[in-house]
């Protein structure tokens, strides 16, 4: 038997572990931020000395958000020519860069292949002209009293049948992506708009099923594929207005409205996307050209009083393994590597509600030396 006292003591004991185990939770749900921290490791005295760091400050939220963007192509109007024929490109009519028309032949392709559809297309079109005539004549002659109704019926019904397998030709030529003639198949532009890549010269062999071997698209629309972190996904809607410039022209704006929110999170970047639609004025915007795009909150969703945040240096933020990190600079021997989740970011900033405090410091330069020294 345990006497009073021991078991006294057993139960004293069980709960002073038991207060231990729930501090240590409660510490370690208070930072959860905090990814790893430096032990063993000191700043060489050369590295200290150019240090450079920034502090984390506070800023105000205003009625707008601040995305980052890229600029593609309207996918309804982009089209890329894969040969699904083995053959020879006997002539090239376009270069790089090049604005097409519509219809225009921008390929000359000769092929085997082709050889029996030629064929059956000549057939086709000898049968139609002999219909057509016949056809003629009994008209002809049930006007004068000569055939029956039933002999006009049966060439109308010749010439239909003709007219049937020359349209079936040319849909399997359809299916090569282009027209027949003189035993050459003609590839043609389905819109008006720019060559954007050119894989092809005159005389090269082909095979069916290789790369392209061009791409045209229409740039009088682009898309914007604008990013939007989990921070910011309860603000942000459909049909807000936006303005979207780029670097590459400071002074002009772009106004659009975000047409589409993908219903997924980006597995690499860690986003969801917006989709823009821009009407692309003297065609200044270029696919895959990065833009800033200003989101204008509706009514609805502003906050009654202005929001604080925190804000610190992009160029701060390390961004790896699907997340977004920074090195806190405590002192030469002493780092924190912080995980942060963005609510938006801008060219030179990054705004954060949590993870960091005000004064904190972030390294902004030599921090991914540091990074790989506390990861070891």
Known sequence: MINAAILKKLIYLASAATFCLLLVACSSQDNTAQVASSEGYCMPAHMASSLKTADVTLATANNSIQLTGRVVSNPEKYFRFIPLLDGVVSKVNFALGDYIQKGTVLLEIRSPELSSLNAELRTGQVQLKLAQRQLSAAKEMYADGVASERDLLEAQQDVEVAQLE?????????????????????????????????????????????????????????????????????????????????SSYPDQVFEGEIDRLSNTFDSQERVLKARIRLKNRDLLLKPEMFVNVTVNLKKEVQKPTEERLLSLPSKAMIFTNSRHQVVVYRDSCHFDIVQLEPVYQTDDAIMIRDGLKEGDKVVTENHLLIYNQIQK
């Open 166 to 246: 020359i349209k079936k030709v040319q849909e399997n030529l359809g299916i090569y992506g282009g027209s027949l003639e003189r035993g050459v198949l003609l590839v043609r532009a389905p819109f008006s708009g720019y060559v954007l890549s050119k894989e092809v010269v005159s005389g090269q062999q082909i095979e069916a099923g290789e790369e392209p071997l061009f791409a045209i698209t229409d740039l009088e629309e682009v898309w914007v594929m604008a990013n939007i972190y989990a921070g910011s996904l309860s603000s942000v809607q459909q049909g807000m207005k936006v303005q979207v410039k780029a």
